[in-house]
């Protein structure tokens, strides 16, 4: 399992990359594993701004649709296009070509709410 140092975490098994005021958001390795085949990614949100765990969008799989909660505060400003004609990216490359949103976040102070990678390791236990 796959879960890279650099990123951020939610126990809602969502990855943030923060650069700047700016976060990138997809769902985890566990999570994509979890879910199994991703057949479609639905996020009609851009250009709204949304709370901290306000849902963002939702993923669907083969069995399953599952929610995505926004892991910090603000506006979402971008899409993953891509991911209309291959959600199956957000498994071939979740934290790669299988990101879903991009957003400018309001309150940084959210940041330290996140979970490091060790932590999102003990919820999931990798």
Do not use: C, R
């Amino acid at each position: 399992m796959n879960i890279p140092s650099d990123l951020k975490y939610t126990k809602d098994h969502e990855w943030i990359k923060i650069e700047g005021d700016t976060a990138t958001i997809g769902i985890t390795d566990f999570a994509q594993g979890e879910l199994g085949d991703i057949v479609y990614v639905e996020v009609e949100t851009v250009d709204e701004t949304l709370d901290v765990e306000e849902i963002f969008g939702t993923v669907e799989a083969v069995k399953t649709v599952s929610d995505l909660f926004l892991p910090l505060s603000g506006e979402i400003t971008e899409f993953n296009e891509s991911l209309e004609d291959e959600p199956e990216k957000v498994n071939s490359d979740p934290y790669g070509e299988g990101w879903m949103i991009k957003m400018k976040f309001s309150d940084a102070s959210q940041v330290e709410d996140l979970l490091s990678a060790d932590d999102y390791k003990a919820i999931v236990g990798a």
